[in-house]
């Protein structure tokens, strides 16, 4: 049967990681914030109703959107962040929901394996889209860690990113499977191929 995973956690767990792992056992695999990407691409609706929200501001010299300056406002107030929701939402859900069905529609094998991250998989209601979710978690230290060593945010601007998405605590309790990702590349390989191993027996 083929297989629809869900890949979600926080800021800072390794889920792009986790996604990266799953390609190279086999998985086909689509991230949400590239769609996001794609949405948020130059002249297109979402772009300019972005820009026309938070002002030019927020571009970076070329044109395109500068992500890091659109977070950072979005991280600081929750009425931009969903103001920026309302906006990118629908069109990336939709892209999202279409991949699902082209992939159900036509799996490359009869065991074949799609895996989506999607950060805001619990946030937005999408769970029941995928056939499973893995949460992705780490340890708060680790988030924060994390974030300031690999883009020089202040560790308490990471504390803040931290605290404005839905605790881990509540996504591992609805998570089908959880990997925990507090350790190094090797040790995170060694469980994505053991939940890889049992997705497959399914």
């Known amino acids: 049967m083929a297989f629809v995973l869900g890949v979600t956690?926080?800021?800072?767990?390794?889920?792009?990681?986790?996604l990266r792992m799953l390609a190279g056992?086999?998985?086909?695999t689509l991230s949400a914030d590239d769609l996001a990407r794609e949405v948020l691409a130059r002249d297109t609706p979402a772009?300019?109703?972005?820009?026309?929200?938070?002002g030019k501001a927020i571009l970076a010299p070329g044109g395109d959107i500068d992500r890091a300056a659109l977070a950072s406002i979005v991280f600081s107030d929750a009425d931009a962040r969903r103001d920026l929701e309302r906006i990118t939402h629908p069109p990336i859900i939709a892209r999202i929901q279409s991949a699902i069905d082209e992939f159900r529609a036509d799996p490359p094998a009869s065991d074949a394996v799609f895996a989506l991250e999607i950060?805001?998989?619990?946030?937005?209601?999408?769970?029941?889209?995928?056939?499973?979710?893995l949460v992705v978690a780490?340890?708060?230290?680790?988030?924060?860690?994390?974030?300031?060593?690999?883009?020089?945010?202040?560790?308490?601007d990471a504390l803040s990113r931290i605290y404005a998405q839905m605790p881990l605590s509540r996504k591992i309790e609805r998570a089908d499977r959880v990997i925990w990702n507090d350790g190094d590349l090797e040790s995170l390989a060694r469980s994505v191929k053991a939940v890889w191993q049992?997705?497959?027996l399914l």
């Open 138 to 156: 780490a340890e708060q230290e680790t988030q924060a860690n994390r974030l300031t060593s690999r883009s020089g945010a202040r560790r308490g």
């Open 47 to 54: 772009f300019r109703e972005v820009v026309s929200r938070f």
């Open 119 to 133: 950060p805001l998989i619990f946030e937005c209601g999408l769970e029941d889209m995928v056939d499973q979710v």
């Open 25 to 28: 056992l086999g998985a086909r």
């Open 9 to 18: 956690g926080g800021v800072g767990t390794g889920k792009s990681a986790v």
């Open 198 to 200: 049992e997705i497959r």
